[in-house]
């Protein structure tokens, strides 16, 4: 009885204490479910780590299976601040020479000044249309767009026929001016280019005439909104298409973007020169690396990942998570196994050709100078190294093949999905067994209380029919004597 720390109630017998102490015999087997539904739990959550590392693999593989990433091109400009450029993949190599001559430009108008500020300039119809100028106040001829009729009330000010004309889709937009001499009704068309030009005529209700000029109407009204039209109005801008000189040969575009000039390359003008920019066209060899970059990357994080988790430190005498787990085991295996398999077809037959080789411990290393080199002089055949096609899974392209393998591994009815299914089913279970010890050292623990508390209230019975007998027994001493 050494380990009773403290007296009973009635007999000395330390309920409680003995109680736990069998209680916390009978929980080591709940201990050990708990710690293995932690393990579970943990499983889970790492093959969801392997699951996110294999489809960033499937990306990278899938990356370096398109013709997208192979047939990237660069467009560079001798001159960035004149003139930039773009290009489609798949554009062949070539070099052009480009001088911008103008800038493509936006036609403006102002109207004359209405005060006071707040004004209603009265009512009619404004008809906006689209087209070209050959000068300002020169010959007007309109474009296929449809004329766009705006409807102005008598209480409109300058500042609501603006909002109306900005509503009405009519091809340009409306700002009102207030300064020292009023109001100014500024409009702009939304495209630069000649022929993105506008006119805008007015037809006033009631026909007020100007009795100083009988070809003008409502000078003092609406007409004063009119480009013109009347005294005072003016088009500050008229609109110009951007020229240049390709290679010496005039082209021209409505706005500074060319884009149907030279088949597959767009160029921006963004102020004009005095000599020629270059443009280049070439490979992005450097999109391509960064491309087999990140396949590396992708296959090291899960070669590092897999091999952590399956090793033993002797060290620390510690096991990772999966060692000896035949499945995770057989993954790392066949995912090196692949790097292993040549490719057909080609110059280059495996990675260690291009400058990919394999570390101690199963990661990838780059040597990029030797990428480029190969690149440079070979480009079809690293291409082939990574994409052919040869319907054989053994001889394929390392990007075919690691795609199809990532996509087996993430399909529906593939080893994630059925690993994940297996080990949540384990997890269910241990749950349940959890429960099911639990009820059973409570129901335990219950019954322990009942026993030793009835054997407590009994030894205390004793204890004191003891006493009281032992009480008997000195008082029939001293009377007997």
Known sequence: MASISSVGIGSGLDVKSIVSQLVALEQKPLDKLKLAG??????????????????TLASAASSLNSLTTWNAVTATSSNTSAVTATALGGTAASNFSVEVLTLAKTQSTASQAF?????????GTL???LGTWTAPGDTFTGGSATAVDITVEATDTVSGIASK??????????????????????????????????KMSVTNDGGITDPLDPTLTDEFGLSGLVYEATPGSTMTQQGFDATAKLNGIAISSASNTFSNVVSGVSFTALQETTSAAEISIGRDESSIKTGIQTFVDAYNKI??????????????????????????NSLLSAMRGILQAATGGGAYSRLADIGITAERGGNLTLDSAKLGTALS????DVKNLFKADTSNDLSNGVAVKFKKFADGLLSIDGLFASKDASLKRSLAQNLKDQTKSSDHISRYEAQ?????????????????LNSYVAQQVTTWNKSGG
């Not at 900005?166 to 495209?191: F, I, P």
């Not at 002089?377 to 079809?380: Q, V």
């Not at 322990?448 to 004191?464: E, Q, V």
């Open 303 to 328: 070669n590092q990942s897999m091999s952590d988790a399956t090793k033993y430190d002797a060290g620390t005498k510690t096991s990772g998570l999966f060692q000896g787990d035949s499945g995770v």
């Open 165 to 198: 004309i900005n509503g009405a889709n009519a091809g340009v937009t409306a700002t009102v001016l207030t300064d020292a001499s009023g109001e100014r009704l500024l409009l702009r068309s939304k495209n630069s280019g000649a022929d993105a030009g506008f």
């Open 115 to 123: 005060l006071p500020t707040g004004s209603m300039p009265g009512a």
């Open 377 to 380: 002089a070979n480009f079809s």
């Open 448 to 464: 322990l209380n009942a026993k030793y508390s009835a054997l407590d209230a009994k030894m205390a019975s004793l204890t004191a």
């Open 127 to 129: 008809q906006i249309q």
């Open 38 to 55: 932690t393990t579970v739990d943990t499983k889970i959550s790492a093959f969801g780590e392997f699951k996110s590392m294999f489809s």
